[in-house]
Structures are given as structure tokens and as C-alpha cells.
């Protein structure tokens, strides 16, 4: 078995931001990723960065199984794309990613960013329902005014 060597460059400066950051290299395999990442998949860090690759994190992409082969063949930075995902931890969820690719010590490396756009996707839902309850709720009122001035009337 050939010994892989740790790649070791400092991507800390994702460490505080909101979006999912990983970094991985050309056999997929995850170097690096913030919390926001590890929190999306529901896999810890440590299980995550030199042991898992994008497929045992994405249970599914676009209802599909992922194929690593689409995020490995980038020769240049990606526009940002929205997609439909499986994680562990999130059922149905909403995102939109970009990928850039990188080098260091010989080695290319791609950077993977991801928005999770989930949480507003269920808020924007949830307030839909809500402001349809709402109008419904106004119907009703309206409707029991209109009763009401005309059994006034009679």
C-alpha cells in the first residue's frame, strides 16, 4: 500500500464562515472542511478530513447517486449552481455550490463551496402556509360580517 502524505496548508480562514467549505484533492478525498460543512453532512470533521470523499458525504445529488467523476474534471472556476441534495443530516435540501481549482506541492486540489439554502426554503414554505391561512381566516371573518348585517336586517 502506498502511504499517502497529509497535505498541509492552512484553509482556517473558512474555519468562522457560514458557508460549507471542503477541500478536497484528485481522488476526492476530503483535506479539509469548516464546521458549517461537517454540520451539513452530520459527520464530524475528524471522521470527515482524510477518511471520507464527496460521495460517503452527499447520500444523493438531483436524486441521483454522486458521481465524483463531475466534481473532479474542473479545470477552472465553476459559476455557482443550484442543486437538490441528501445528507445525513438534511432530508431535502436546497444549495448552491462552486468549485475552484487549486495546487499546492504538485498536487491539484479543488475548493468546494456550498450555501445551504434549506432553513429558507422551509421558512419561505412555512410562510407561505401561514399568509394562505391568514387570507383564509380573512374570508371567513368577512363572510360572518356579511351574515351578521344580514340577519340585522331581517
Do not use: W
Not at 502524505?5 to 479539509?32: C, M, N, P, T, W
Not at 455557482?80 to 448552491?96: E, H, I, L, P
Amino acid at each position: 500500500m502506498s502511504e499517502q502524505k497529509e497535505i498541509a496548508l492552512d484553509f482556517s480562514i473558512f474555519d468562522h464562515v457560514y458557508d460549507s467549505v471542503a477541500v478536497f484533492d484528485e481522488s476526492g478525498q476530503i483535506h479539509y472542511c469548516n464546521h458549517s460543512f461537517s454540520a451539513m453532512a452530520g459527520i464530524s470533521a475528524n471522521r470527515i478530513v482524510g477518511k471520507l470523499d464527496l460521495t460517503r458525504v452527499f447520500l444523493e445529488i438531483e436524486g441521483k447517486p454522486v458521481l465524483l467523476e463531475e466534481f473532479l474534471k474542473v479545470n477552472e472556476q465553476t459559476n455557482s449552481r443550484v442543486f437538490k441534495f441528501q445528507t445525513r443530516s438534511v432530508a431535502n435540501g436546497v444549495g448552491q455550490f462552486s468549485l475552484t481549482p487549486a495546487e499546492h506541492d504538485g498536487k491539484k486540489l479543488t475548493v468546494f463551496v456550498m450555501r445551504d439554502f434549506s432553513v429558507e426554503e422551509d421558512l419561505h414554505k412555512k410562510y407561505r402556509r401561514e399568509m394562505s391561512l391568514k387570507d383564509k381566516k380573512i374570508e371567513e371573518m368577512n363572510s360572518l360580517i356579511q351574515l351578521l348585517q344580514r340577519t340585522r336586517l331581517v
